[in-house]
């Protein structure tokens, strides 16, 4: 359902199959060279690219996949200014939409706050989440980048909260303890998690 894949020359990058039989959607596609070893090896068939954030370390490779699989990209509207893409092969996405891998449901959930143009894809049925840089093991995105929002991340990670505990948590980045965990692990074991308000989280988060 969810392959990930470690990503090579940035900083302990995801990127990540989503699969339903041998049809994938790429997410966050890094190193190209090695997802299409795989995918080829595989022999799987791209049908989409999803984009959690505009950040270069999760786009870089998308150019590359679009020109050799012919695949739209999905990407929140918002990335339309930072991203250079070509408009008949992008689909702008917001919160609420409903992107369909052949009969699999993938959800997005709008969640700004590191940067503008950040979502989640949600897989209901099945209880996985890709958190891109918003939410990752034990610590969440940076907020004191260009289009971030400290009290929009606050905002989007009280939402992530309230999702089932058993939902599995994709990050954007190795950066805990495990490559993957839960919202109830995050519960536990997250200090931003742990933040009663805004403002403690603030002080958590940006150090003042």
């Known amino acids: 359902m969810i392959r990930q894949i470690p ?15 041998k049809d994938i959607a790429v997410v966050d596609p890094g190193d190209t060279d090695h997802l299409i070893s ?3 090896l595989d022999g799987l068939n791209v049908k989409m690219i999803l984009l959690t954030h505009s950040h270069f370390d999760h786009v870089s490779g998308v150019q590359k996949l679009v020109e050799r699989f ?3 990209v999905y990407v929140h509207k918002h990335a339309a200014k930072r991203l250079n893409l070509k408009e008949n092969m992008t689909v ?4 609420g939409d409903i992107l369909r891998l052949d009969g699999l449901k993938i959800k997005v959930l709008y969640t ?9 894809f949600y897989i209901e049925e099945h209880g996985h989440l890709i958190t891109g840089d918003t939410l990752f093991v ?11 929002n400290v009290e929009d991340l606050w905002e989007s990670l009280q939402r ?13 980045h190795h950066y805990g303890s495990i490559p993957i965990s839960t919202i109830g692990f995050e519960k536990a074991n997250n200090r931003f998690f742990k933040c009663k308000d805004f403002e403690e989280f603030r002080k958590e988060r940006m150090g003042y």
């Open 7 to 21: 990503i090579q020359g940035f900083d302990n990058n995801f990127s990540y199959f989503i699969e339903n039989g």
């Open 38 to 40: 795989e995918i080829r």
């Open 70 to 72: 012919g695949v739209p």
């Open 92 to 95: 702008f996405i917001d919160e």
């Open 112 to 120: 700004p706050g590191h940067i503008d143009d950040a979502v989640c």
């Open 138 to 148: 034990e610590g969440c995105g940076r907020a004191d980048l260009e289009g971030s």
């Open 160 to 172: 992530i909260m309230k999702l089932p505990q058993s939902t599995k948590v994709y990050p954007g």
